[in-house]
């Protein structure tokens, strides 16, 4: 939705420009103040347009830091817990092997704990 607001936001300033323009081009004026009051607002909005393309740059370098970090984050707990389990299925297979019964899988014991 945030998204759709900067759109609409950035077409606001678009028509509204334009219109402007167009407003200075039937003005009671001379042709050469015209031009020069377009080519002055002309800067004012390019000023602004830049200074709306900056803000958005930096958001997006925000966004895109958090969401590393984010993924860092998640790749460092699913290596901590791929590791966990893999410990736990190395303790199962030691223990059957010392008493010669085959292990039952880690799912299966963690299903019967959760039902009984």
Known sequence: MHEDDGTRFVWFLAGAALGAAAAL????????E?????????GEGRERLSERGRDAMERGRELYERGR??????????????????????EARSGSRADDTPAEPVADEQAEGAAG
Do not use: H
């Open 69 to 90: 970090e984010m993924a860092e984050e998640a790749g460092r707990s699913g290596r901590g817990l791929y590791e966990k389990g893999r410990d736990m299925a190395r």
């Open 34 to 42: 015209t031009r020069e009051q377009i080519r002055r607002r002309a």
């Open 25 to 32: 081009l039937w003005a009671p004026q001379p042709g050469a």
